[in-house]
C-alpha cells in the first residue's frame, strides 16, 4: 500500500531483551517520527529525522533507546535492555516536510508487551 | 510538564447533536494547531488544522475554534455520528525550525445513535 507502513505490528518480548522496531514511510516523505502511547497516555513525542540526520532526539526517554534511518527511507527504533515500562503503541509518520504544517501520516503501530 | 491538555477523558452525546471537544496550551510560541482522530488498531488519521492568524476554520461538520488570548482551541462536530466515535487528540507546533507536534491525552466520543 501507500500508507506507512509498520513492523511487527505486535511484539512480546521478556525483561532484559532487545526489541528493533521497523518503519516505512510514504514515498518521497523527507521527515520521520517515532512517538509512542502508554496506556492512558498521549501521544509521547521520541525523535524525528530530517532525511537521515535527527536534529530532534529529545523525546527519547533514556539511553536505551536509539534510532537510526538510512537513505532516507527506512527507520529502525531500537530499545536495548527493554523494561516493562517500555510497554506501549510505538507509532510511525511521516511528512513532506518537518515544519509540521502539514499533516502527519501515521502508521498502526507496533505493540510492544514486555513480561 | 503537559504542554498540550484535553482535560475531560471522555464524551458522549447523542446522534445529531453537536459534540464539543476542549483543549488547552501553555506554550506561548505555539502557533499551529490540529486534531487528528484515531480508531482502535490504527494509526492517528489528521482531521483538521487552524494557524494562530485565524479563530476559526470549517471543513464540514467540523470545525476549529481559536482563542490565543485563553490558549484554548476547540472542535465542534455538528451533527454528531456514530461513524464519530473515536479518540480525538490535540496538538500543536511552533512553526519555527525543529518544530514537532505535541500532543494532548485524547478525548474518547461515544456518540449514541
Known amino acids: 500500500g501507500a500508507g506507512v507502513s509498520q513492523s511487527p505490528s505486535n511484539k512480546v518480548t521478556e525483561k532484559g531483551k532487545d526489541v528493533e522496531l521497523r518503519c516505512d514511510p510514504i514515498?518521497?516523505?523527507?521527515?520521520l517520527y517515532w512517538y509512542r502511547q502508554s496506556l492512558g497516555q498521549g501521544l509521547e513525542f521520541l525523535i524525528y529525522?530530517?532525511?537521515?540526520?535527527?536534529?530532534?532526539k529529545s523525546g527519547l526517554p533514556s539511553d536505551r533507546f536509539s534510532a537510526e534511518r538510512t537513505g532516507g527511507s527506512v527507520s529502525t527504533l531500537t530499545i536495548q535492555r527493554t523494561q516493562q515500562e517500555d510497554s506501549a503503541v510505538y507509532l510511525c509518520?511521516?511528512?513532506?516536510?518537518?515544519?509540521?504544517?502539514?499533516?502527519?501520516?501515521f502508521g498502526e503501530g507496533s505493540r510492544l508487551t514486555v513480561l | 510538564d503537559q504542554q498540550v491538555k484535553q482535560n475531560s477523558p471522555s464524551l458522549s452525546v447523542q446522534e445529531g447533536r453537536i459534540s464539543i471537544l476542549n483543549c488547552d496550551y501553555t506554550?506561548?510560541?505555539?502557533?499551529?494547531f490540529l486534531w487528528y482522530k484515531k480508531y482502535p488498531a490504527e494509526g492517528p488519521t489528521f482531521l483538521i488544522s487552524?494557524?494562530?492568524?485565524?479563530d476559526k476554520n470549517e471543513d464540514g461538520r467540523f470545525t476549529v475554534f481559536l482563542n490565543k488570548s485563553a490558549k484554548h482551541l476547540s472542535l465542534h462536530i455538528v451533527p454528531s455520528q456514530p461513524g464519530d466515535s473515536a479518540v480525538y487528540f490535540c496538538?500543536?507546533?511552533?512553526?519555527?525550525?525543529?518544530?514537532?507536534?505535541?500532543f494532548g491525552k485524547g478525548i474518547t466520543l461515544s456518540v449514541r445513535p
Open positions: 514515498s518521497g516523505h523527507t521527515a
Open positions: 529525522f530530517q532525511g537521515n540526520s535527527a536534529p530532534d
Open positions: 496538538a500543536a507546533a511552533s512553526t519555527g525550525a525543529n518544530s514537532k507536534l505535541t
Open positions: 506554550n506561548s510560541m505555539f502557533d499551529y
Open positions: 509518520a511521516s511528512s513532506f516536510s518537518y515544519l509540521n504544517t502539514g499533516e502527519l501520516f
Open positions: 487552524i494557524s494562530s492568524i485565524k
